[in-house]
Structure formats: C-alpha cells, structure tokens
T-cell receptor, first 113, second 114 residues
Framework: RKEVEQDPGPFNVPEGATVAFNCTYS??????FFWYRQDCRKEPKLLMS???SGNEDGRFTAQLNRASQYISLLIRDSKLSDSATYLC??????????????FGKGTRLSVIA | EAQVTQNPRYLITVTGKKLTVTCSQN?????MSWYRQDPGLGLRQIYY???????DKGDVPEGYKVSRKEKRNFPLILESPSPNQTSLYFC?????????????FGPGTRLTVL
C-alpha cells in the first residue's frame, strides 16, 4: 500500500523559532524524496530534495533515515514568510519514468509575529 | 519566463458537459503530469506522459482523458464531468522522470461541477 504520512498540524510558532516536521513512508524501495512548499491556493514548489547524507539550504535542513523510513525538515529562525503547507513527496520504488510519486497531505505551518 | 500555464483558472460547469483544461510548458520538458488536489487527500496523479504520444494512467484516471500530440501541450479532457470531479487541478512538467526530477507546477484550475 502506497503511503506517505505527515502530521497535518497546524504548527503555530513565533518568529525566530525552530520547527521540525517528520514524514514517514511505507515503501522501503523508495529512492527519491522531496519537500515541496505550497502557499494557500497556489501551486506546490520544490523546496528541496532530500539526499541520503542529509542536506542543508540556508535555514532549511532535510534528513533521511532509511532504516526507520522517515524524512524530516528542520526550519531554523522561522520567518513570517515561511507560513505555508509543506508537502512530503516520495517515489514508490525505482527511478524509471513511470514510478509513482506519492504526495503527503501536507503539514501546515503558521509563523506568528 | 519559464513556466507552466493552465487555462481556464476557474470553471463552473454542469454534469455531463464536456470540457478541456489546457496545459502548456515552455521549458522543453519531456515529462508532464496531471494531478488533482482534494481536502484531506493530498495531490493524486491522474495521468502522466513521458513524451509525445506516450501517456499512461496515474492513480485516479477514471473519468479523464489526456493527449500529448505536441511536446509543450498536455490537455486534460473530461468527457462527461460529474460532481465528484469537483477539485483543484494541477498540471506539472519536468525535464526528467517525475519520480526523480523537480516538478514545475502550473497555477491550478479550480473546477466545480454542479
């Protein structure tokens, strides 16, 4: 069964806080992992890919734990502009052109002044 | 500007009246997909295309058709829309397979079927 699970939130945090989201996936054969950001009533946009060794982009850090089948996103020094829904996206095994890509339902973040 | 465009952005229609939602990308991407997004369900893939004249079903293809006659265009066709197809629809494209490459989404089409 294809499944990507996220805590829907909302996470309400003050500006400057550090917040972490986790996402679990069911298929141990999954090979590609992403975090997308979606603003209210807008299209999703890639925030970052998640690599096996973990990766950082400014205030954002993504980590992958294959043994426990979860990925995480850490946001440091939260800004008001970080308020959005964060989508965990996982491919369900293999990297061919027709490998299904499964989106989590999203975690909503509100950063409060 | 590199982009994916969709038209119309908003549409209210009635059951059974055929409609087409257009999608066009100017990035010369091989791969294109259609998704629908419903509250509490996340994005689900309807159809995808790996190249011109190559299309395949996604997770929820029932009630939809697509075509890929040109690389840049990937229209979504609802031959006989029903109320359960009321949703927010996104077209997406990527240079490589969607399963490994960044997907660029269009702005979305909000469809209501009465």
């Amino acid at each position: 069964r294809k499944e990507v699970e996220q805590d829907p939130g909302p996470f309400n945090v003050p500006e400057g806080a550090t917040v972490a989201f986790n996402c679990t996936y069911s298929n141990s054969a999954s090979q590609s992992f992403f975090w997308y950001r979606q603003d209210c009533r807008k299209e999703p946009k890639l925030l970052m890919s998640v690599y096996s060794s973990g990766n950082e982009d400014g205030r954002f850090t993504a980590q992958l734990n294959r043994a426990s089948q979860y990925i995480s996103l850490l946001i440091r020094d939260s800004k008001l502009s970080d308020s959005a829904t964060y989508l965990c996206v996982v491919n369900m095994g293999g990297n061919s052109g027709n490998t299904p890509l499964v989106f989590g339902k999203g975690t909503r973040l509100s950063v409060i002044a | 500007e590199a982009q994916v465009t969709q038209n119309p952005r908003y549409l209210i229609t009635v059951t059974g009246k055929k409609l087409t939602v257009t999608c066009s990308q100017n990035m010369n991407h091989e791969y294109m997909s259609w998704y629908r997004q419903d509250p509490g369900l996340g994005l689900r893939q309807i159809y995808y295309s790996m190249n011109v004249e190559v299309t395949d079903k996604g997770d929820v293809p029932e009630g939809y058709k697509v075509s890929r006659k040109e690389k840049r265009n990937f229209p979504l066709i609802l031959e006989s829309p029903s109320p359960n197809q009321t949703s927010l629809y996104f077209c997406a494209s990527s240079f490589g397979p969607a399963s490994t490459d960044t997907q660029y989404f269009g702005p979305g089409t909000r469809l209501t079927v009465l």
